[in-house]
């Protein structure tokens, strides 16, 4: 697949700089980049506006990129506030609104880019586990029909699983990000200036939060805005020049609660020598399997030879399923379950509009209450034009988690489609949370579309653990969102390989949203397969079962680790070092949690297993019968075939 053509969106800090080497890494060529700064007021431009969304401090140097990195710059002044402070961000939905929030500025700066650079089709940025900016970049780029990158999400809970693995890899590529501002009470004016890909300043900043008990959730890379950077040189290629700011060019500034900051009042550029001591290619980047994952794999190899059922048992499907009868209701106390709801329409995308229509004028059903749905389809040919008209109905952010499947004949006659929503009462809407990652990544496949990666029901009492409804997972590669190629791996091995990638995706979103237990999966698998379908079967079987048995352990070394400290052992047990315990909490299920095995006759892109599920934040034996009730709902329409 060719590279994208991409505008690197930069606040000066270390993370947008980053975010560019990993885009060359990726294949993918910068073209250009795009800044907003504050606006003049009274013919002055503020130093450091009080805003969420956006880095300003030191912006005086931002004019400077544009021959330090060789690459043309296009800016923009940051006008209105903030008017939307959600978590999540959406298109606003009045003229007035889209005037008024700062975010709102990133679009007249894009189109600048875009008209003066027609081959830009991708805007890159440097979030790593702000849902904040990332929302609200994703929610422009897409508007603006640009895919959306940020290949530092989640870069702390990805092997090798360190907060500050960031700061060590900038290190390793030459990275220098001065710090500009610091706004924790673990930091002071010391701190400041001093290059935060340097190992001193690391073990620095870390011991600083341990102290505060806050390492572990990004503090040591100021995800909580302990402290801001300022990069002024990188590694050749993308760096050809410097910048240089002497001692007598800035000055402390001495703010309320403990702040302070560097007021740059000059810069100068400064050549480099060309050189071969970095290559794109040579960047770390995180590994495609975790050790979780990466070790099952491994043990999936090491089991082709067993089989968890009889052959004929495995693959055998007890009665076909009717869906003849259609708008089935079911209610609970959180949320009312409409199943196999069809229209009547000459085309799928047809009937999906009269179906969505039905929902909200018949049933009363806004679509903002959706947390759920299962679209079966006749044909996965028809799925573009049943998209359009089921995405047109959701503009809020988080839209449904969804599985999306092709059932063929099993489906009614002149039946294109069928849909089945879990629609949260209006009770509890209001504390309903999702996950809608649209940025390629290292962490899981984007989310390209009305869908989200997980929706959590909340419950009729805090007291009681939520549902979490995780979208159908297929076998993406998360960077470049292609299936990964076979090589020289047998049909078999691939469709195993597949299904651990899948899995691990599921995984990963669970984590995220601190699933403490899985209720069940469903493994869709297609029935178009060079591969027999009891092996597929089997292999999905003994990949969930896998999953879920304690990690293999290695037997501790001999040697005392020098780094090893009690502090760090008190808080972190086995996870040792605390710099090393950023790794999320694994779900852990008292028994394997039951697992179906649906083959179906297709999924989307034509992937060969597509995972979903639903879990728990905690364990209660009401929620997890209520819960299997959700995992039926996943398997309608599927094991007729």
Known sequence: MPGLKVVALISGGKDSFFSILHCHANGHEVVALANLHPAAQNGERSEDIDSYMYQTIGHSVIPLYEQALGLPLYRQEISGGVVDSNKSYASPATTLQSQQDETESLVPLLRKVMAAHPEVNAVSTGAILSD?????????????????????????????????????DMVAAGQDARI??????????????????NHRTKTRLVRAMERFGIIGDGAALGEGGEFETLAIDGPWPLWKNSIQVEDDDKTIAVGEAGAASVKIKTARLVPKEPSSD????????????????????????????????????????TEALDLTSGWTT??????????????????????????????????????????????LLRSMSEFGAVNVAYGSQFTTPNPPARVTIACGSTLPMNTHVSLSVVVLHDSIVAQKQGLHVQSRSYWAPANIGPYSQAI???????????????AGQIPLDPPTMDFPAQGDLTPEAHFASQAVLALQHLWRIAQIMQASHFLGA????????????????????????????????EEAEDEEDEHFDVWDQRQFGNAGNAVTATRRKDIVNAFVPPCF????????????IEWASVAIRALDGAVETKGKRYLALLCAGCFAN
């Open 278 to 317: 970095f290559l794109y290619e040579q960047l770390r980047r995180p590994t495609t399997l975790d050790d979780k994952f990466a070790t099952l794999a491994t043990r999936m190899e090491d089991k082709t030879e067993e089989t968890p059922e009889t052959p004929d048992e495995a693959a055998k499907t």
């Open 330 to 375: 079911q209610t609970t106390d959180t949320c009312t379950i409409i199943s196999n709801a069809m229209a009547e329409g000459n085309s799928a995308g047809e009937q999906m509009t009269n179906i969505m229509t039905r929902l909200i004028t018949d049933y009363k059903v806004k679509p903002s209450l959706i947390a759920f749905t299962t679209i």
């Open 456 to 470: 959590i029901t909340p419950s009729p009492a805090s007291s009681l653990p939520q549902l979490i409804h995780i």
């Open 132 to 168: 904040y900016q990332r929302t609200r970049v994703e929610s422009v780029a897409i508007r603006l029909g640009l895919v959306p990158l940020s290949y530092l999400w989640q870069y702390p809970f990805l092997p090798p699983y360190t907060e500050t693995s960031l700061l060590d």
């Open 597 to 608: 095995v649906a083959e179906v006759e297709s999924l989307p892109r034509d992937a060969p």
């Open 180 to 197: 500009i501002k610091v706004a924790s009470g673990g930091l002071d004016e010391g701190f400041l200036w001093e290059n935060v890909a």
């Open 522 to 553: 469903v493994a869709f698998i297609a029935a178009n397969s060079p591969t027999s379908t009891q092996t597929r079967v089997n292999a999905a079987l003994q990949s969930w079962k896998l999953a879920h048995l304690p990690p293999v352990t």
